[in-house]
């Protein structure tokens, strides 16, 4: 594991940013009209991960593409009033990635998407001058779907090993896991310093359903292991800290997209400064809190 002295100063993600549409629904009745209050947003998985990164006063860096029109205009400034600075590529042929967002009572979310121009994300979009020593990458799963995301997602984890830096990996979602592969995805990613996936990620990488067996299986593969459990917690193991489990804060849960990334960039804003892993999993916890008990998955 890098000492706490090697860790990093600043943050660098690279991952898809997409328009969010989202619908507060009871029930939705197919074939008629439903009405119900919708809000648009920033969104993304690896972009909502940078701005509660930037929001915690970490310097933080995005890396995408969005298409060449309004939408993808309206994310670059997102970006930078989050405090992020975006090295965004402009798509001519590919329009903005979206996403629409349907949120239940109980604050679960499900998800329509079109990834758009994040779909065409390549290697040369990547700010090969931030790579280098007291720089970390955080890498979405998305971005190992398949197609040049897939190089490009290679390249950043060539540059970043080269470069001796510390390295995260987010899974982000079971159906890209199923199709490129549990054992594809575990030997691409091996050795990162960190990885943060969710109950149901987890039990797909390691073959096992219980957290405990979860995170004893995924430390072979990673330095260190965050596994998010929603309103049960979040657990960690790895090479510097015995398992820990921490109970998930006390929050009123109106929506839960980003929760996850929320957690992951309280995780690292602590990790990176050179916290324990008990240290950095509460911060990710509490940041985590704050992120379901308002719409959307940035900070406000």
Same mark, same amino acid.
């Given at each position: 594991m890098h000492a706490y002295s090697e860790r990093a100063s600043r943050v660098l993600v690279v991952g898809d940013l997409l328009?969010?549409?989202? /619908?507060?629904? #009871?029930?939705?009745?197919?074939?008629?009209?439903?009405?119900a209050p919708i809000h648009a947003a920033a969104g993304g998985s690896g972009a909502n991960a940078a701005s509660w990164l930037a929001g915690l006063g970490v310097e933080t860096h995005f /890396? =995408?593409?969005?298409? &060449?029109?309004?939408? =993808? =205009?309206?994310? $670059? #400034?997102?970006?930078?009033? /989050? %405090?992020?600075?975006?090295?965004?590529?402009? $798509? @001519?042929?590919?329009?903005? #990635?979206?996403?629409?967002?349907l949120v239940d009572a109980a604050g679960e979310r499900t998800?329509?998407?079109?990834? =758009? /121009? %994040?779909?065409?994300? @390549?290697?040369? &979009? *990547?700010?090969?001058? *931030?790579?280098?020593?007291?720089?970390?990458?955080?890498?979405? %799963?998305?971005?190992? +779907? #398949?197609?040049? @995301?897939?190089?490009?997602a290679s390249r950043a984890l060539r540059l970043a090993r080269e470069a001796s830096m510390t390295i995260s990996v987010d899974p982000s979602s079971v159906p890209l896991l199923q199709d490129v592969g549990q054992g594809r995805f575990l030997e691409w990613t091996a050795g990162a310093d960190l990885c943060f996936p969710n109950l149901e990620e987890g039990a797909l990488l390691a073959g096992a359903r219980e957290p405990e067996a979860i995170l004893d299986t995924l430390r072979e593969h990673y330095r260190g292991v965050v596994l998010k459990l929603g309103s049960r917690g979040a657990g960690y193991a790895g090479e &510097?800290?015995?398992t820990v489990w921490l109970p998930a804060a006390t929050a009123r849960a109106v929506d839960t997209t980003g929760a996850g990334d929320a957690l992951c960039a309280g995780f690292l804003s602590a990790w990176a400064a050179g916290a324990s892993p008990v240290e950095a999993l509460q911060r990710g916890i509490e940041v985590a809190g704050k992120?379901? +008990?308002?719409?959307?998955g940035r900070p406000e």
């Open positions: 328009y969010d549409l989202l /619908a507060e629904v #009871g029930e939705v009745t197919f074939g008629t009209d439903t009405f /890396a =995408g593409r969005v298409g &060449d029109d309004v939408f =993808g =205009g309206f994310l $670059d #400034g997102e970006l930078k009033r /989050a %405090g992020v600075t975006p090295h965004l590529a402009r $798509d @001519r042929d590919l329009r903005t #990635g979206k996403v629409f967002v998800m329509i998407t079109d990834r =758009g /121009a %994040g779909e065409a994300l @390549r290697p040369e &979009d *990547l700010p090969a001058q *931030l790579f280098e020593t007291g720089t970390h990458l955080h890498l979405s %799963g998305y971005t190992f +779907s #398949g197609g040049t @995301r897939r190089e490009t &510097d800290a015995d992120v379901v +008990s308002n719409l959307g």
